[in-house]
């Protein structure tokens, strides 16, 4: 008698979860559990408001040996003994998704929560690794930072001290994490005076007499240069920060070709004055234009 073929069930939510975390943690990336609403689990009540001293991989070390999947990104892991320890199976039981450290992992993600948003990395950032999400994108860069929450509309930046849902692997090349980035997370409080316009300082304007090796017209260098500063000064509640790297890099892309010298310093220069005009700290606008200068390919002097 022919015996009956058995039934092949499917893993449940449990086992699959799980096992996803162990395959992430066994390429040392570090994971936890995250319940209904992609939230982590609360801490218990030994640990609440940290008052176990916090996990050692937090901003302050602290002493804390909670065996549960306690103070959210902080609890993220590697070690499978943890993943499937009894403190942790129940979490496991009631989770919705698996979540990941990505400064643990060495990565940054630039979570693009909207189509507008992912629109203006498309036109605004390097290409790299994609994983789409619910609404939008994750973009995924090599390199660690500080994360900031809204750094501009449906745009968030998580790599320190946060978490991220483990949507897949993705596509494309992974990219190094570029100045535009960084950039993104640097506090850019505007402090306009009184009538609404912050004073800057004189500097001398762009003129052909310095650019003797440019292979542009005046009239192509001005036009592309006024069009920038006007982008740069439009931004006067925040964000003139980051405009002004993005000018400064797509206008030394335009001198790529050129045999040099071209008066990129003194194009930076109105560009850092437009900034500091709108209340971006100067220093903070003149690293921005040097990054972007200096980062953008084929720069010529």
């Known amino acids: 008698m022919t015996q009956p073929t058995p039934i092949r069930r499917a893993p449940d939510r449990t086992t699959r979860l799980l096992d996803t ?31 176990c001293g916090g996990r050692p991989n937090m901003k302050n070390p602290g002493p804390c040996q909670c065996p549960g999947a306690c ?19 129940s979490a496991w039981r009631r989770a919705a ?13 630039v979570d693009l929560d909207d189509a507008a948003a992912v629109a203006w990395a498309r036109a605004s950032l390097p290409a ?9 994108e994750h973009w995924i860069y090599q390199g660690v930072m500080r994360s900031a929450n809204a750094v501009r509309p449906g745009v ?20 190094a994490l570029p100045p535009a980035v960084r950039a993104l997370v640097v506090k850019e409080d505007t402090t306009p005076a009184p009538d609404g316009v912050v004073s800057s300082p004189h500097r001398a304007l762009w003129d052909r007499s310095i650019a003797t090796g440019c292979r542009h017209t005046e009239r192509f260098v001005r036009t592309g240069l006024e069009r920038g500063l006007t982008l ?17 890099r797509f206008l030394t892309i335009q001198h790529a070709q050129c045999p040099g010298p071209c008066g990129l310093d003194a194009i930076g220069e109105e560009i850092v004055a437009a900034a500091v005009s709108v209340g971006v700290p100067e220093p903070y606008a003149r690293r921005a234009v040097t990054n972007g200068l200096e980062k953008a390919p084929g720069r010529t002097a």
């Open 71 to 89: 103070h959210a990104w902080a609890a993220a892991t590697t070690d499978p003994d943890v993943l499937t320890s009894p403190p942790w199976a």
């Open 97 to 109: 998704a698996v979540a990941y450290h990505p400064a643990g992992a060495g990565v940054t993600v």
């Open 21 to 51: 975390a162990l395959t992430l943690a066994a390429h040392a990336v570090p994971v936890l559990p995250l319940r209904a609403g992609k939230v982590p689990f609360g801490n218990c009540p030994a640990c609440t408001a940290n008052a």
């Open 232 to 248: 740069v000064r439009a931004r006067t509640e925040s964000g003139a920060g980051s405009q002004a790297f993005g000018v400064a």
């Open 128 to 136: 790299t690794r994609t994983v789409p999400t619910t609404r939008g």
């Open 156 to 175: 968030d930046v998580k790599s320190h001290m946060q978490y991220a849902r483990w949507l897949g692997h993705g596509t494309g090349r992974l990219t």
